[in-house]
Structures are given as structure tokens and as C-alpha cells.
């Protein structure tokens, strides 16, 4: 059973930074693509981030330049580092492992005031 669980939310100002973790256990963890998907309540949940068992990047083309996705397979985290943060950032950050299903973590909150 995969389990996934994220830190570091909170509130922040504007043009601040965060960083969230996840930490993975129960399933290979190195060998999956993992993710950062964020909502907002009332829209539909939409990636961030992803990085491959490589660490190949890719990124919400809105995101890139200000937001930074890493693995550490020795560890099983993944870290998603967001820096210049806009009001528009606020939202519930998932983690989520891409296997041949779908596993969610809770959710952390970000809120960045203005």
C-alpha cells in the first residue's frame, strides 16, 4: 500500500518562497514517476510538476522559472520548491506517484496573501 505524505504548507506573502515534501513509502519509489498536482476549490485538480525515476522535469508552462521539482530516491522524497509566489498560487498541493494507478497524498495547504 503507497503512502504518500506532504509538508511544509502554510501562508506566505506574496513574491515569498515555500518548499513542500513528500515522503513515500510502501511501493518502489525510484522507479516511478512522481508528481505535484495543485486545486483550488471548485476547479478541477491540475499538474504542477512531474519528474521521472531519471530526473527528468516538466512543468505547468505558467509555472516554469518559479517553481522547481527534485527527487531524493536515497530518502524516497520528493520536493517541490516554489519561489517568487503569487496570490494565484494558493491553492491544495498533492503529491501523487504515477504507477499504473493514480496514488494521492492529502494535501497540503499553500495560501499566499497579497
Known amino acids: 500500500q503507497v503512502q504518500l505524505v506532504e509538508s511544509g504548507g502554510g501562508l506566505v506573502q506574496a513574491g515569498g518562497s515555500l518548499r513542500l515534501s513528500c515522503a513515500a513509502s510502501?511501493?518502489?519509489?525510484?522507479?516511478?514517476?512522481m508528481g505535484w498536482y495543485r486545486q483550488v476549490p471548485g476547479k478541477q485538480r491540475e499538474m504542477v510538476a512531474r519528474i521521472t525515476s531519471g530526473s527528468s522535469t516538466y512543468y505547468a508552462d505558467s509555472l516554469k522559472g518559479r517553481f522547481t521539482i527534485s527527487r531524493d530516491n536515497s530518502k524516497n522524497m520528493v520536493y517541490l520548491q516554489m519561489n517568487s509566489l503569487k496570490p494565484e498560487d494558493t491553492a491544495v498541493y498533492y503529491c501523487a506517484m504515477l504507477s499504473r494507478q493514480t496514488y494521492w497524498g492529502q494535501g497540503t495547504q499553500v495560501t499566499v496573501s497579497s
Open positions: 510502501g511501493r518502489s519509489f525510484s522507479t516511478n514517476i
